[in-house]
């Protein structure tokens, strides 16, 4: 069973910054691919940016420039550092990831940007 454990959301005013954490069990992060992903209000859930095992990393271009996922193998979790905040960010932020053919995710974690 995989585990997967968001933490690090909150509010925060437009061009503020956070630091989102994705906590997995096992070895699952050294070994497979780790996504964000968002869902805000009445919109439908979408990819943030991903990161391969190699630590190469894929951005949505709503955020490229402005966030940043990296990962540490040491403590199998995957980070989201967000800078630059917009209103438009408002969203519950999810991580996932995927085993043989099983997709996991995280309960998710609000962020709120708003003045």
């Known amino acids: 069973q995989v585990q997967l454990v968001e933490s690090g959301g909150g509010w925060v005013q437009p061009g503020g910054s956070l630091r989102l954490a994705c906590a997995g069990s096992?070895?699952?992060?050294?070994?497979?691919?780790v996504s964000w992903y968002r869902q805000a209000p009445g919109k439908e859930r979408e990819l943030v940016a991903f990161i391969n095992p190699l630590s190469v990393t894929t951005y949505a271009n709503s955020v490229k420039g402005r966030f940043t996922i990296s990962r540490d193998h040491a403590k199998n979790t995957v980070y989201l550092q967000m800078n630059g905040l917009k209103i438009e960010d408002t969203a519950v932020y999810y991580c996932?990831?995927?085993?043989?053919?099983?997709?996991?995710w995280g309960q998710g974690t609000q962020v709120t940007v708003s003045s």
């Open positions: 996932r990831t995927t085993v043989s053919t099983n997709v996991y």
């Open positions: 096992g070895t699952i992060f050294s070994r497979n691919v």
